[in-house]
């Protein structure tokens, strides 16, 4: 391990920004585009409970503990998992966080590119016009045309790779923070905005009572994988990319306040898109389950009757895209700062090289929408069986291994001086790391498993 280039490790400039970078890594696509659509396709009220269920007892504790040893160790999670495991006097097997994580990373960023992609070239269609005054088959035929055309996905998703690399090459500090600073009050704006708008139409009450009145007969052991799954998605949760975050937050700061803070922005922005979304979907009688399509078929239709409309069109799908950007950079940040730290290799160079291999994988997702739409799996294409492996078993069980290994193998006295917490404080978030968050991830497999029947 070459020591110099661990003195180099950078850091936030102070508190603020890294709870508007993790919160920036956090709110993403998940938040405008996943949650919603897979609140549909699971029946509304009774998966918004369950994953806010997740988000409380499994994702919180764990959250803390990965932000916590990522600021302990100082490091990328490879690395920064070995000292941990080091100064613990147990296994360097424990590094398999680490690996698992940007394993993790890479495969979801290669879908996640190919989304991002859409949102921009959704930006490209606001600007030209294409959805003012659209009826609803106008808009469907637009987002089909995207999909079903390999060239342009792979174009855009070309775009969302290249800017992905750039500003990841950049380095941390490098206009990132400001970046998060302005774009996470606009977005809360337009969102806000849009919610306003969508009150007075004849789609609301049952928006709130789709959204809000759980029907658990929709539910089964899937829901409750899919549920858990995104709360680790929707955070950044179990791949080291909050780890790394952590790894460049000044020292003194409270881990656990700038946690809640971070959890709460994001589940935030993520009610109040699904408040935005089904409104539109149940005032122009659509159905709820759409699929990933979701937010590309229903919010041009609402913006394209608007007064407004144009502009608030292109503003929103810039946002979309900026918020898709800021995540994507922390899915490729720790097999950077790994190969950095490990090799010496420059950022310029390991970013683009990360870039180039998961610009591949995604060339596969992108197909799966059209050339490759017979190649499944399960039932599910590239994009899904990717999409579907990372969110539901990779993050949760990486996830599982960070509560584990902080709250069983990190001795107390490092992880009750890290986290600041002392008494209750610190016996609650360790009952919750060592037992309950690892109990309810098993559960949930075991369930998802088909094992309680
Ligand atoms: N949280 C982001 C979103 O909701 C996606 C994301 C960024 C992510 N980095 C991650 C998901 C790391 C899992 C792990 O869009």
């Known amino acids: 391990m070459s020591a110099q280039h661990l003195e180099n490790h950078p850091e936030w400039s102070g508190r603020l920004a890294f709870i508007l970078a993790s919160a920036g890594s956090a709110v993403g696509l998940g938040n405008i585009w996943k949650f919603p659509y897979i609140m549909g396709d699971n029946g509304g ?15 919180t504790p764990i959250l803390i503990s990965e932000v916590m040893l990522g600021r302990r160790a100082r490091s990328n999670p490879i690395i920064g998992m070995g000292k941990l495991a080091d100064q613990a006097g147990v296994s360097r097997g424990w590094q398999v966080i680490g690996w698992m994580g940007v394993l993790t990373g890479f495969l979801i960023l290669s879908f996640y590119s190919v989304v991002m992609g859409w949102a921009l070239s959704y930006v490209e269609k606001a600007a030209n016009g294409a959805f003012v005054g659209a009826s609803s088959e106008t808009v469907k035929g637009l987002f089909d045309g995207l999909v079903g055309n390999p060239g342009t996905l792979l174009f855009w998703h070309t775009v969302a790779m290249v800017m992905t690399v750039a500003v990841v090459a950049r380095g941390v500090r490098g206009g990132l923070e400001l970046a998060t600073r302005i774009m996470m009050p606009l977005l809360i704006v337009i969102l806000v905005l849009l919610f306003g708008y969508n009150i007075g139409t004849p789609g609301f009450a049952p928006a709130m009572e789709f959204m809000f009145a759980p029907d658990f007969s929709r539910v089964n052991a899937e829901t409750f994988l899919v549920a858990l799954g995104h709360a680790f998605f929707t955070l950044s949760l179990g791949m080291g ?50 699929g990933a399509g979701l937010i590309f078929q229903t919010l041009p239709l609402a913006l394209g009757q608007m ?20 995540s994507a950079i922390s899915l490729v940040e720790p097999a950077v700062s790994y190969l950095w730290e490990r090799f010496g290799i420059r950022r310029l160079h390991s970013a683009i090289a990360v870039g180039v291999a998961t ?42 291994l960070i509560a584990l290994f902080a709250a069983w193998r990190m001795p107390r006295a490092d992880s009750a001086e890290e986290l600041g917490l002392a008494g209750w404080r610190y016996r609650l978030w360790w009952w919750l790391a060592a037992i309950v968050a690892p109990l309810g991830v098993a559960l949930v497999f075991l369930n998802g498993l088909g094992l309680f029947g």
């Open 359 to 400: 610009w591949s994988l995604g060339v596969l997702a992108a197909l799966s929408f059209n050339l490759l739409g017979d190649l499944t799996l399960f039932g599910k294409n590239v994009f899904g069986l990717l999409e579907f492996t990372t969110a539901n078993i990779l993050l949760p069980a990486g996830g599982m």
């Open 241 to 290: 990319a909050i780890m790394v975050y952590g790894s460049y937050m000044p020292r003194g700061t409270s881990i656990v306040r700038a946690g809640i803070w971070i959890i709460v922005l994001d589940t935030g922005i993520a009610l109040l898109a699904g408040m935005v979304i089904f409104p539109i979907v149940f005032s122009n009688g659509m159905s709820p389950e759409q």
């Open 45 to 59: 009220g009774a998966f918004v409970m369950i994953y806010l269920a997740c988000l409380l007892i499994v994702a």
């Open 307 to 326: 007064e407004w409309g144009y502009w608030l069109a292109i503003v929103l799908f810039v946002l979309v895209s900026i918020a898709a950007w800021t």
